[in-house]
């Protein structure tokens, strides 16, 4: 009797302690507790590098601080270290994979870092108003110019009717037959062009014919494409600068400023004609650092163009200016005795505020 509960008693024991290995082992992911955060990581580190890849623009900082993480997860695989101080080391076959998986990721991201995707420049109608004058009746849509992946402090903005985008439809498809042959233009309507329904559908065609222009190289750069956008805001600012309104035409020359930039044309002549407004127009509005500055983008601009007209009213400004704000003028001031002895005439030269009324914008 007292053999057979001895034997019961070891036998309950034994069972005990079976069910205790089994509770300690559990499954595999228990037992190698590592496996399934070395999966979550690497998810996270995946997301993270796509997400980076996705932007037009990185800053420099972050671009350092992924590649040292991406390089730093890749050294401690590649020793069979856990990547937590108090993980158990992975098994052989998951270093392995680890180390697979690392790699492609690191060569990703190596790859990505010299194909980003280039800026794109977004065209939206934010607003579209019905206008009656005298006798017409026509809807103005407010465009802004969007560069993508970055936010601009201020918008450049131009308003448009019907009218306008059909006349430059019209002189590109003259100019660049082949090239307009596949952009869409919406049609003329003889009824019910003021309904909402209509301005609607118009606003959203207006959108895409525009960016189909702008992907389109020979016509992005062409001087119709440009001036559909800046033309009528020198003209507005140089009007109003003429008759002393520089308040208003400060506005103007702003944002024709914006406009070209966002367009890429900050090299051409109607952008340093618009620095002189801009000089000009903050000059006697007595704000002088910001004339100041706009004073010396255009030198920069100049910096190779000895022989160009307005090299000697921004370096006279230049001078004038710095003196007032208390910059530093030697190097204007030698470049201007340069000009004069190469032979320039220095008294004939207009003042940029002459330059402006006499510049002809057609």
């Known amino acids: 009797m007292a053999s057979r509960l001895l034997h019961r008693l070891r036998h309950a024991l034994a069972g005990e302690g079976d069910r205790e290995g089994q509770g300690g082992g559990g499954s595999e992911v228990e037992e190698f507790p590592e496996s399934s955060e070395l999966e979550d990581d690497t998810d996270r580190l995946s997301t993270r590098l ?20 991406s390089q730093e997860l890749g050294d401690l695989c590649e020793l069979g270290l ?8 992975p098994a052989p076959a998951e270093r392995q994979g680890s180390n697979l998986l690392t790699r ?7 790859r990505s870092r010299s194909s980003l995707v280039p800026q794109r420049l977004l065209f939206e109608v934010t607003s579209a108003s019905v206008v009656s004058e005298h006798s017409s009746k026509y809807v103005l849509y407010t465009i802004y110019l ?15 009717r019907y009218s306008d985008f059909e006349r430059l439809n019209r002189r590109l498809r003259l100019q660049f037959g082949c090239d307009m042959a596949g952009v869409s233009f919406p049609r003329k309507r003889l009824r019910r062009n003021f309904t909402a329904e209509t301005i609607a559908k118009r606003s959203r065609a207006f959108e895409q014919f525009l960016s189909h222009l702008h992907s389109i190289t020979e016509i992005r750069r062409s001087s119709d494409f440009l001036e559909f956008f800046f033309l009528r805001d020198l003209q507005a600012a140089q009007r109003l600068t003429c008759t002393g309104l520089y308040r208003e035409a400060l506005a103007s020359w702003s944002n024709a400023y914006r406009l070209q930039d ?4 900050c090299n051409s002549g109607r952008f ?5 407004g801009l000089v000009v127009c903050h000059q006697e509005l007595d704000e002088l650092s910001e004339a100041h500055r706009s004073c010396e983008q255009a030198l920069q601009l100049l910096e190779a163009q000895d022989s160009h007209p307005l090299l000697e009213p921004f370096l006279q400004a230049h001078i004038h200016l710095s003196w007032k704000v208390g910059k530093d003028k030697h190097q204007s001031e030698a470049r201007l005795q340069g000009l004069l002895g190469a032979g320039v005439a220095l008294q004939q030269q207009p003042t940029l505020k002459e330059f402006l009324i006499k510049e002809a914008l057609e």
């Open 50 to 69: 796509s997400g980076t890849l996705s932007f037009t623009s990185n800053e420099e900082a972050e671009e350092n601080e992924d590649d040292s993480a």
């Open 146 to 160: 969007i560069r993508s992946g970055q936010f601009d402090k201020a918008p450049a903005a131009i308003a448009r």
């Open 272 to 276: 340093l004609l618009t620095l002189a």
């Open 104 to 110: 492609q990721l690191q060569d990703l991201w190596r």
């Open 262 to 265: 966002r367009l890429g044309v």
């Open 82 to 89: 856990p990547k937590n101080p108090g993980d158990p080391s």
